[in-house]
């Protein structure tokens, strides 16, 4: 139904910046909630910060004042641009959309709608190094 392509990933000095990339593809409406997520070995996934379609953020306590969450609705995108990184920011980092309404191409039924799927990127790898 969708294609996610994340980006940015990669090696980054404590202190240093970094930004993500989420691109979706897809005969897309809308999508009501677009997020990072990130895990490390052994951990939950947790959240790192949010954007709703009307530009509402939350993040992470953990996070706030260093990362800035951004989308652009028409792209059908979402960046997070981190700085002042540290080695605990060390994760794999996942794009989350949330509530995404289009139409399913893949589908045998022609124009066949759907409404209120939530999809996982891949994951893209951020190691920080001290």
């Known amino acids: 139904q969708v294609q996610i392509t994340e980006s940015g990933g990669g090696l980054v000095q404590a202190g240093g910046s970094l930004s993500l990339s989420c691109e979706v593809s897809?005969?897309?409406?809308?999508?009501?909630?677009m997020g990072w997520y990130r895990r490390t070995p052994g951990a939950k996934r947790e959240l790192v910060a949010k954007i709703t379609a009307g530009g509402v953020t939350n993040y992470a306590d953990s996070v706030g004042g260093r990362f800035t969450i951004s989308r652009d609705n028409a792209k059908h995108a979402v960046y997070l641009q981190m700085t002042s990184m540290k080695p605990e920011d060390t994760a794999g980092y996942y794009c989350k959309l949330g509530g995404v309404n289009g139409i399913d191409e893949t589908s045998a039924v022609e124009n066949y709608y759907y409404c209120c799927m939530n999809y996982w990127g891949q994951g893209t790898l951020v190691p920080v190094s001290s």
């Open positions: 897809g005969k897309i409406f809308s999508i009501n909630t």
